[in-house]
């Protein structure tokens, strides 16, 4: 099975992996020079994938064309595809040519491909030419900061940490895509198995931004037989009206199902954060939620900066510490790798996006430019003002091991629950499986390319003060 639904996509590995073993010219090579006949079985050339697909469709019945009778609609239907296969191709080897120059340090051909990659791509056209117009302005952006005196453009204002457009993209996705869902439901099941017969629950929020996760799960706790009898939330972020807001929203739908509950916002930057400023009290059940935060912290290298956040985690003494993360691998130093896996990764993406939503669709394009975002970090920036660096679940089992955490299993229910949740969705390319043989984690996949994972885990040494790590005061 593909791991994307555009077959130029899968290119990208060969492509970019040769780097530096061709001259620009000869990576730069026209589309119909990619479609040649190939006969090895190692080639994973773009030719060979054409052909490969060709001989497919001949299998049938011996002919070019599978379904004669309708040959006039099966024809333009194919040269519609072909066309934009071909568009792909060409795209993805401008892009793998734009990487090499950055490489080699090739003003004259960074300038010439990035031009031509401008002219050609477009966040407005197909798919392909969407996702490579968001990673030509991301090039775009790094070549300015590695040659200023140079190359010149107007830096656009997303690049700022804090931007209100992902809030509404956010809840836009929520609407569209099970993939809001799958983390918070699937968190939210691990939370109630967790919660089971305690009386007061203390959930601390990394970035609780306008806390979509909650009501499902206020509503599941105020269902129960013998509800807790108080309910805190804390929630982190940088914007103090959209904390107050979210509070609101929340006490008001918890008075709603006569949930008693408290909100505490904690206006502060994820690295500034200080035990005392989350009021954790005695006797209370704590349970910690870091959805996409974790990765934020692993822009110092040495590990510095997780191990603080993993100690103030620690010294909240949480009975749960959920995880979810991108299932990918961005943090890695070379700027090729970057390119190669992140493509990989977010043609998924932008393909899930285009199963839902028509090309033109400012719902779509809100969305798009939330990822696009993401991307232009991986690719424009470094140090610590690339923040946006994922790691695979592999990695953060280790991470968290070293920390002092270990993962407990997920449940067959928490399984069987993100199953459901995917039956609600028309489109049969996404799909939920446990990791490891011990389901040390859930991971939502499309098609065969992994997307997010969830995990719980706890601390080795709950009921003590120690810590691998040192706690900042």
Known sequence: MPLSNNPWIESVITEITDVGEKDVETIH??????SGSSTSSENHSLGLRLNEQAREHEAGNGSGNPYPHEGAGLGAYEEENNHEEHQGFELVHLLTACVEAIGSKNIA???H?????????SPRESTISCLTAYYTEALALRVTRLWPHIFHITTPRELDRVDDDNGTALRLLNQVSPIPKFVHF???????????GKDRVHIIDFDIKQGLQWPSLFQSLASRTNPPSHVRVTGIGESKQELNETG????????????????????????????????????????????????????????????????????????VVIMAEQEAEHNVLSLEARVTNSLRYYSAIFDSVDSSLPLDS???????????????????CEGSDRFERHESFETWRKLMEHGGFRCMEISERELLQSQMLLKMYSCQNYSVK????????????????????????????????????????
């Open 29 to 34: 090579r026209p589309a119909k020079e990619a």
């Open 109 to 111: 051909a960074i300038n």
């Open 113 to 121: 491909f990035i031009f031509k990659l401008g002219d050609l791509a």
């Open 186 to 196: 699937t968190s939210n099941e691990i939370l109630l198995r967790v919660f089971e």
């Open 248 to 319: 609101d929203r929340l006490a008001g739908f918890a008075e709603a199902l006569n949930l008693p509950f408290e909100f505490h916002p904690v206006v502060d930057r994820l690295e500034d954060v200080r035990l005392w400023m989350l009021h954790v009290k005695e006797k209370e059940s704590v349970a910690v939620n870091c959805v996409f935060q974790l990765h934020k912290t692993l822009y110092d290298g040495n590990g510095g900066a997780l191990g603080d956040f993993l100690g103030l985690i620690r010294s909240t003494n949480p009975t």
């Open 362 to 380: 400012p719902v779509r394009i809100k969305i798009e430019e939330m990822f696009a975002r993401e991307i232009r970090n991986i690719i424009a």
């Open 434 to 473: 446990k990791q490891g043989q011990e389901g040390a984690a859930l991971t939502l996949s499309w098609l065969d390319q992994p997307l997010y994972s969830v995990s719980a885990w706890t601390p080795i040494d709950v009921a003590g003060s120690s810590s691998l790590f040192s706690q900042p005061s």
